[in-house]
T-cell receptor, first 114, second 113 residues
Framework: DADVTQTPRNRITKTGKRIMLECSQT?????MYWYRQDPGLGLRLIYY???????NKGEISDGYSVSRQAQAKFSLSLESAIPNQTALYFC?????????????FGPGTRLTVL | AQSVTQPDIHITVSEGASLELRCNYS??????LFWYVQSPGQGLQLLLK??????LVQGIKGFEAEFKRSQSSFNLRKPSVHWSDAAEYFC???????????FGTGTQLKVEL
């Protein structure tokens, strides 16, 4: 079984709809992250959480919100989706550290907003 | 703020040829540097990382990278490329005190048979 799973894997929605992307992990890591990937832009950090009670904004948090329901679950919500949120979204996890800890990525969710 | 530059958007090499992917970073302190690979339809997989010690680091799948502080570079190399190496490669830097990664824009590698 995959250590980091994301649901759904693909989603097509319409402008203005509320969307939730879910991430679950079995690695026992405290730290979880949401990134979006756009062609030519690499991956950009949306939100991150270092434990269940800790939520932090990343580089591009506008238009997004997150919920850390448990150590193993970290959800990303788009309250009112817009077309420029069409992207590939990745969840990642890591163990605590000062920067050298590897991040483990899920398979990604491809979101299309029409 | 830290940043990562991958100057080559696309690279094409013949199978069996050597490979070097360039990465330059900007960060005031000692960086933690990573190379990740993304195969089509897959998530990112760590190839190798550097955070201290020997400046030449070995990774999985026969890849290596050399940290050069004077050039602010962390170039990825492989002596002989295989067709299965075709993928997108990302260089990333993490800051101390946390694991937030800043990624480069990626280099798409095509391998000609």
């Amino acid at each position: 079984d995959a250590d980091v799973t994301q649901t759904p894997r693909n989603r097509i929605t319409k402008t203005g709809k509320r969307i939730m992307l879910e991430c679950s992990q079995t690695k026992g890591h405290d730290r979880m992250y949401w990134y979006r990937q756009d062609p030519g832009l690499g991956l950009r950090l949306i939100y991150y959480s270092f434990d269940v009670k800790d939520i932090n904004k990343g580089e591009i948090s506008d238009g997004y919100s997150v919920s850390r329901q448990a150590q193993a679950k970290f959800s990303l919500s788009l309250e009112s989706a817009i077309p420029n949120q069409t992207a590939l979204y990745f969840c990642a996890t890591s163990s605590p550290g000062t920067g050298e800890s590897e991040q483990f990525f899920g398979p990604g969710t491809r979101l299309t907003v029409l | 703020a830290q940043s990562v530059t991958q100057p080559d958007i696309h690279i094409t090499v013949s199978e069996g040829a050597s490979l070097e992917l360039r990465c330059n970073y900007s960060y005031g302190a000692t960086p933690y540097l990573f190379w990740y690979v993304q195969s089509p339809g897959q998530g990112l997989q760590l190839l190798l990382k550097y955070f201290s010690g020997d400046t030449l680091v070995q990774g999985i799948k026969g890849f290596e990278a050399e940290f050069k502080r004077s050039q602010s570079s962390f170039n990825l190399r492989k002596p002989s490329v295989h067709w299965s190496d075709a993928a997108e490669y990302f260089c990333a830097v993490a800051t101390g005190g946390g694991n937030k990664l800043t990624f480069g824009t990626g280099t798409q590698l095509k391998v000609e048979l």
